[in-house]
Every structure is written in C-alpha cells, then in structure tokens.
C-alpha cells in the first residue's frame, strides 16, 4: 500500500544546530507539504512543493528550507534550531489539481533545547 | 484576514449519543471546505472534501453539512463510539487558480466519548 512517512518521529536538538526531518512519500504525489502544528494553533504551512525543483514558502517559512530532487522525498531543514521552533511537524502529500486530499504523515516532535 | 473558527473546543459525550460539531470561516477565495479527524498522537486524516456547490456529504456515521452564503459548516455524528474520540479539525481551502492553495486550519474539537 501507498503511504508517507517521517523520520525521525522524535528528535532532541540544540538551540543553534541544523536539523533535517524527512519526509517519503510513494504515492507518487507532484504536491507536497510541510505544517507545523502548536498548541493553541491550527496547523500551519511551513513550504510546499508542486513538483521535482520547485519549492514554496508558506505562512511560517522563516528559519525553514526545503528542496525537491525527486517526486517522492522533501526533506525540511531548520537552518539553525531555535527554541521557537520546538512543535510537532507534518508532512504530506495529494495529486495535482484543486479538490484532492491531503494525505498526512505520522508526525515528528521536535524540541529545541 | 483569512480565519476557520470552530466551536465548542471540547466536548464530551456518552457512547452511543449523536453530537454536531461547527466551524465558521472568512476564507476567500473559497475553493473547498474539508473535515479532518485526529487521533492523539498521529496525523490528520481526511472525512470529507466539499465544494461550494454540495450541502451535505456522509461518510459512514459522519455527516457534514456546508452552508456556502452563511458561510457556516458542520459536523454531524451519529451514534457515537469510544474510536470517535479525537480532535475534529475543520479546513477551508483557498482558491487557487485550479492549483491546491493554501489550507487555512481551525483549531479543532476535541470529542471524548465515554462509556
């Protein structure tokens, strides 16, 4: 069966230490997302991707980069990890086109510390 | 500015006991309104996806409603059971030129359902 995932699903780092979560998917999606989800908050867009090179900034992008090599892979990088940044973060995936579900990974907690 | 709002916060109901869940929103361009279920600890997953143009969709016991010139929404479940307890997160999707746009997210209900 299709599905996504993300690893690490938790993770323990420093303030000022570079951080990458990754995220697989093989649903052969071109659209992929990144959110972060906080207490009090909805989720909240971080980067998307509509395809193989192309990248997106979101809502909460500072601090935040992706890149898109392949279709199935977006892998999000925290430049350098800040306490603020401590939350739960999703990635997921739909087909191209307006309408389609989301499908969500199962999350990876990060605290900054 | 774009905002989904979605009412009670919390509920609690006994198994077996229909509930209705609400979400309001001031998202425009609207595209699409869609109900998600979260379950501790794991990522949303999809109940239903609504365009302007659909009142009502039913997904098994759930049964969401949208109200497109009140701009209103709700979520209906029926006979509830214990695997019913979780955040319900409704989600109004932008237009965005035939393009998935932005998701703008509520913050949730958290049903519990007790025996």
């Known amino acids: 069966d299709a599905e996504i995932t993300q690893s690490p699903r938790h993770k323990i780092t420093e303030t000022g230490r570079q951080v990458t979560l990754a995220c697989h998917q093989t649903w052969n999606h071109n659209n992929m997302f990144w959110y972060r989800q906080d207490l009090g908050h909805g989720l909240r867009l971080i980067h998307y991707s509509y395809g193989v090179q192309d990248t997106n900034k979101g809502e909460v992008s500072d601090g935040y980069s992706v890149s898109r090599s392949n279709t199935e892979d977006l892998p999000l990088t925290l430049e350098s990890a800040a306490s603020s940044q401590t939350s739960v973060y999703f990635c997921?995936?739909?087909?191209?086109?307006?309408?389609?579900?989301?499908?969500f990974g199962p999350g990876t907690r990060l605290t900054v510390t | 500015k774009n905002q989904v709002e979605q009412s009670p916060q919390s509920l609690i109901i006994l198994e077996g006991k229909n509930c209705t869940l609400q979400c309001n929103y001031t998202v425009s361009p609207f595209s699409n309104l869609r109900w998600y279920k979260q379950d501790t600890g794991r990522g949303p997953v999809s109940l239903t996806i609504m365009t302007f143009s659909e009142n009502t969709k039913s997904n098994g016991r759930y049964t969401a409603t949208l109200d497109a010139d009140t701009k209103q929404s709700s979520l209906h479940i029926t006979a509830s059971q214990l695997s019913d307890s979780a955040s319900y997160i409704c989600v109004v999707s932008l237009y965005y030129g035939g393009s998935q746009g932005n998701l703008i997210f509520g913050k949730g209900t958290k049903l519990s359902v007790k025996p």
């Open positions: 997921a995936s739909s087909e191209s086109g307006d309408g389609y579900e989301q499908y």
